[in-house]
DNA sequence: CTCGTTCGGGAGCGATCGCTCCCGAACGAG
DNA sequence: CTCGTTCGGGAGCGATCGCTCCCGAACGAG
């Protein structure tokens, strides 16, 4: 019953990410928000309630997106020295590795705009971490089944490691290192881990 | 000639620092930056302009203390994985672990927030990280010609790898990532290179 | 059709933002 | 001392913030 929404929630959902993730919390005004979403705010408020739980929204969207392909990419990978490069590559970089975007890691951005103290945030980037670090863990065992890294390795302590230089490396790839230098620093690394 | 001032002009930027470390340059207001620099407003801005140059006095501060503490911290480290190990923690976790200290490096979060896209302070971090890679760098190569590490070696590569972990290890601090898990995530790390 | 409800649109609320201006007071120079 | 300049203090500027309210229009249910 009741007139229907001359708008699509998800859509909105997914241009709101795209603002917040570029520009961060704080400074992402809701008339930005208005603007990207095509929402009056009236629309916009009583859709979302208020702009933090439309930024829980987004960081929710984001792992059901970005965070989840993500982890499939570890998931579907080719066990050898290749195929994790690669995959860490694209998680690092980005899916388009050649688009200009100084975006980052949407998660990574938020973690260090926001810190800890606000728990709803905290609880949701520690989720899509465990996203990467699941992924990650997945990869690094069939290489060990496979022969092709140390039967002696352990999965854990390679995927905490390799979790860590993520982080690194998504924080410089927003820092706007070129991602040529980003994708020999993730090859030599794993050169190194070899 | 003319009346003196009656505050420290290097004080008011070190509790400037403070203030944007923990909350960002968006989420600081000026008047936040008034009350914790005892500072009217008028006195605020005939001395440092307006917010964005006193931002940037805050990044040259942290670099001058804090980046070149952690730089010096390196290139006193003993040539040991030991050293090394230590070296590292203090500076992933900040000079005093003990403290519940949910800042993280304020390079990091300013990189992350501002990404590369204002030319003076995309500067700024990049000259902190040199600070940190050379001083890497240092202790490194010192542990290379002790026959710490093997000579074959390449401290660049090395260097590069560990400066991008201890920007992650920094993120996770800021996470709110427990300082013990990071400590031992950091003797794993370098547990897995020896 | 009528009726109930949610819609899109827009004006505009009070609060806060970054910042400016004006003032008398407090110095140093001479 | 006088005089010139910068000081500390505070009111308050215009702009923008997050958000609310009110409206007629547009539907679905019956």
């Known amino acids: 019953?009741?007139?229907?929404?001359?708008f699509d929630e998800e859509t909105a959902v997914h241009r709101a990410t795209d603002v917040f993730w570029r520009k961060g919390f704080h400074a992402t005004s809701t008339r930005d928000l208005g603007e990207a979403l095509e929402l009056n705010p009236s629309s916009l408020y009583r859709t979302f309630?208020?702009?933090?739980?439309?930024?829980?929204?987004?960081?929710?969207?984001?792992?059901?997106?970005?965070?989840s392909d993500g982890c499939q990419r570890f998931r579907n990978a080719n066990p050898t020295m290749d195929g994790l490069t690669d995959a860490v590559a694209a998680v690092a970089l980005g899916?388009?590795?050649?688009?200009?975007?100084?975006?980052?890691?949407?998660v990574v951005n938020t973690a260090a705009e926001m810190g800890g103290t606000d728990?709803?945030?905290?609880?949701?980037?520690?989720?899509a971490f465990d996203l990467t670090r699941a992924g990650l863990a997945d990869l690094l065992?069939?290489?060990?089944d496979s022969g092709e890294i140390?039967?002696?390795a352990d999965p854990h302590k390679l995927t905490d490691?390799?979790?860590?230089l993520i982080l690194g490396w998504r924080l410089r790839a927003r820092a706007g290192h070129a991602p040529r230098d980003i994708r020999s620093s993730i090859e030599h690394a794993i050169g190194l881990l070899g």
């Open 161 to 164: 490691l390799l979790f860590t």
């Open 150 to 152: 140390p039967v002696e």
């Open 1 to 6: 019953m009741a007139r229907p929404r001359g």
């Open 119 to 127: 728990p709803d945030i905290a609880r949701r980037t520690e989720t």
């Open 141 to 144: 065992t069939r290489m060990r």
């Open 95 to 106: 899916s388009d590795a050649q688009a200009p975007d100084p975006a980052g890691c949407f």
């Open 49 to 67: 309630g208020d702009k933090r739980r439309l930024f829980l929204r987004t960081l929710d969207h984001y792992r059901a997106t970005e965070s």
